[in-house]
């Protein structure tokens, strides 16, 4: 099992809407990242996240450290935001380095 | 803010060579973690380097080894090399536990 775990897998949206990924983990943590990859191979930090709330733009992420999952939220999705979104997290008392989810492939289409 | 540049962009080797991959940190980070991501996968942990120091070590074999200079740059050593390991390496900088990290384009290495 991996230690990160996102679904979905693959998501298509209609331009307009509202989504949601979700990534669970099953270690202790102490941060948890969202990032954005494009074709090409470029990863983007989105966000870090230790507790509760983080807004950038129209995108939300939430973590709820009991239950180990966070969430990543895009309101009125657009096609620019089609990319692989990958939930990667530090665990407690470890190194700096990441574990990574496998990601999260979204298309959205106009 | 210069951000995390790899070199090369892309590479083909032939299996049983040996390559090296570059990766220029953030201006003011000391903290250097390289990354292997197989294609369709999410990337694995192959080591990280802090102050010129290996300081973690993800579950890659020997013929994987690097190096962290005076200026924080990397090198990322890969030794008979083969099929498998053709994969788009990422290099991250970081400063310090509380800052997030800075990616690198990556290097797309096909060994063949």
């Known amino acids: 099992k991996n230690e990160v775990e996102q679904s979905p897998q693959n998501l298509t949206a209609q331009e307009g809407e509202f989504i949601t990924i979700n990534c669970s983990y099953s270690v202790g943590i102490s941060a948890l990242h969202w990032l954005q990859q494009h074709p090409g191979g470029g990863i983007v930090s989105l966000f870090m996240?230790?507790?509760g709330k983080k807004k950038h733009g129209r995108l939300i992420a939430t973590i709820n450290i009991q239950e180990k999952h966070s969430s990543l939220h895009i309101t009125a999705s657009h096609p620019r935001d089609s990319a692989v979104y990958i939930c990667a997290v530090r665990e407690s008392g470890s190194a700096r380095q990441l574990t990574f989810g496998s990601g999260t492939q979204l298309t959205v289409l106009p | 803010e210069t951000g995390v540049t790899q070199s090369p962009t892309h590479l083909i080797k032939t299996r049983g060579q040996q390559v090296t991959l570059r990766c220029s940190s953030q201006?003011?980070?000391?903290?250097v973690s390289w990354y292997q991501q197989a294609l369709g996968q999410g990337p694995q942990f192959i080591f990280q380097?802090?102050?010129?120091?290996?300081?973690g070590r993800g579950n890659f074999p020997p013929r994987f080894s690097g190096l962290q200079f005076p200026n924080y740059s990397s090198e990322l050593n890969v030794n008979a090399l083969e099929l498998d390991d053709s994969a788009l390496y990422l290099c991250?900088?970081?400063?310090?536990?509380?800052?997030?990290?800075?990616f690198g384009s990556g290097t797309r290495l096909t060994v063949v």
């Open positions: 380097y802090y102050r010129e120091e290996e300081n």
């Open positions: 996240l230790s507790s």
């Open positions: 991250a900088s970081s400063l310090d536990l509380s800052y997030g990290y800075t």
């Open positions: 201006s003011g980070h000391n903290t």
